[in-house]
């Protein structure tokens, strides 16, 4: 068990409408990322953070962004919702070994209709 | 932009079979981990290779990191129906802050 919370799990919503997903650890670790899986596409990088107050794009970073105000958490918001953004999105922290291994959470099911 | 390309996208074998998935990018990379992820979960670590031509074991699964260290292969032996799962790789850029995963191969092993 990495430790590793996403909140919500799922969640249906109307374009046009913000949201935000939150993604809260109890490792302490310095990186975090956020990734979105759709079908033939695997797992592509939003945005990660180095550290609080600290991120970086990812290369599928339009329309979301992201905060990191304690080491603890990191959130995702899409400002307002598309119908494109309908996906399983995932967390992830950055293990301690110098290859860098991820653990993810469990996902966060979001639905833009 | 997707950096890792796997191979086959689908396979589906029966039980005590063989069977090896590919994974081939035109960049090079740090390093090279292999993911399986089963439906509502997400992924969990298998290995992770970071030297060229490095070849690890885990049970009946062999990974092997292409000389050139753009490449890496997945072969597992006698496969099982606990081996169905989505795999996935991916590779470390060179700070290795960021990993670019595959595209994903889907595993059925059928009893």
């Known amino acids: 068990d990495a430790g590793i919370t996403q909140s919500p799990r799922h969640k249906v919503t109307e374009t046009g409408t913000p949201v935000t997903l939150r993604c809260h650890q109890t490792?302490?670790?310095?990186?975090m990322y956020w990734y979105r899986q759709d079908p033939g596409h695997g797992l592509r990088l939003i945005h990660y953070?180095?550290?609080?107050?600290?991120?970086d794009k990812g290369e599928v970073s339009d329309g979301y962004s992201v905060s990191r105000s304690k080491t603890e958490d990191f959130l995702l918001t899409l400002e307002s919702a598309t119908s494109s953004q309908t996906s399983v999105y995932f967390c992830?922290?950055?293990?301690?070994?110098?290859?860098?291994?991820?653990?993810f959470g469990e996902g966060s099911r979001l639905t833009v209709l | 932009t997707q950096l890792l390309e796997q191979s086959p996208q689908f396979l589906s074998i029966q039980e005590g079979e063989n069977l090896t998935v590919y994974c081939n990018s035109s960049?090079?990379?740090?390093?090279l981990q292999w993911y399986r992820q089963e439906p509502g979960e997400g992924p969990v670590l298998l290995v992770t290779?970071?030297?060229?031509?490095e070849v690890k074991k885990l049970k009946r699964l062999t990974f092997q990191f292409g000389d050139a260290r753009k490449d890496s292969s997945l072969h597992i032996t006698a496969a099982q129906t606990g081996d169905t799962g989505l795999y996935l790789c991916?590779?470390?850029?060179?700070?290795?802050?960021?990993?670019?995963f595959g595209t994903g191969t889907s595993l059925t092993v059928i009893p």
């Open positions: 290779v970071v030297t060229g031509g």
């Open positions: 490792e302490n670790h310095r990186y």
């Open positions: 991916a590779g470390g850029e060179g700070t290795g802050n960021q990993f670019y």
């Open positions: 960049s090079v990379f740090s390093s």
């Open positions: 953070s180095y550290g609080v107050k600290d991120t």
């Open positions: 992830a922290i950055r293990g301690v070994a110098f290859t860098g291994e991820l653990f």
